[in-house]
T-cell receptor
Framework: RKEVEQDPGPFNVPEGATVAFNCTYS??????FFWYRQDCRKEPKLLMS???SGNEDGRFTAQLNRASQYISLLIRDSKLSDSATYLC????????????FGSGTRLQVQP | DTGVSQDPRHKITKRGQNVTFRCDPI?????LYWYRQTLGQGPEFLTY????????KSRLLSDRFSAERPKGSFSTLEIQRTEQGDSAMYLC????????????FGQGTRLTVV
């Protein structure tokens, strides 16, 4: 079983739609959680950190459920520029100190 | 440009040759990571340095792979006797000290083994 699992998609949505991505992680010791965005043939870049209480950044909302080991990302009012791969990322802080990435979920926003 | 830089951006090599990649992290970052990414997959962890100490290596890192960070600044990743399966994007990232620290990635080195 992969440490971080995501639905690969692609999610094809029209502009203005709301879309949600889910992610599960296997290591209950995981303590830090992030969503990264990766454009085609580019490096991953941090989209937002995910906090236990949930957090919002403009059109983006991230939620964490530690009991279910589940992370979500909600994008409201999708823009064409949101088309990218969204990577779910966890860090345990003990043992491995590097970020562990999911395989990513591809989003294509259509006009 | 004060971001993470990697060199070269692209490398084509024949099977069996050795290749070396360089990464210059953000100057004040003491943590440096190497990842490998293939099409349709997320970055896979290879190895991690804190300053000059290599603290962790993935099982993915066979004996043909070696990484160094001799002065705690730039790092090199060498692949000996390359195989076609080594073809991938090799990404370097750095982060500052801290429990919840964002990793900043370089643009990567795309390796093609022919």
């Amino acid at each position: 079983r992969k440490e971080v699992e995501q639905d690969p998609g692609p999610f094809n949505v029209p502009e203005g739609a709301t879309v949600a991505f889910n992610c599960t992680y296997s290591n209950s010791a995981s303590q830090s959680f992030f969503w990264y965005r990766q454009d085609c043939r580019k490096e991953p870049k941090l989209l937002m950190s995910v906090y236990s209480s949930g957090n919002e950044d403009g059109r983006f909302t991230a939620q964490l459920n530690r009991a279910s080991q589940y992370i979500s990302l909600l994008i409201r009012d999708s823009k064409l520029s949101d088309s990218a791969t969204y990577l779910c990322v966890v860090n345990t802080h003990t043992g491995r100190r590097a970020l562990t990435f999911g395989s990513g979920t591809r989003l294509q926003v259509q006009p | 440009d004060t971001g993470v830089s990697q060199d070269p951006r692209h490398k084509i090599t024949k099977r069996g040759q050795n290749v070396t990649f360089r990464c210059d992290p953000i100057s004040e970052h003491n943590r440096l990571y190497w990842y490998r990414q293939t099409l349709g997959q997320g970055p896979e962890f290879l190895t991690y340095f804190q300053n000059e100490a290599q603290l962790e290596k993935s099982r993915l890192l066979s004996d043909r792979f070696s990484a160094e960070r001799p002065k705690g600044s730039f790092s090199t990743l060498e692949i000996q006797r390359t195989e076609q399966g080594d073809s991938a994007m090799y990404l370097c990232a750095s982060s500052p000290q801290g429990a919840v620290a964002e990793a900043f990635f370089g643009q990567g080195t795309r390796l093609t083994v022919v």
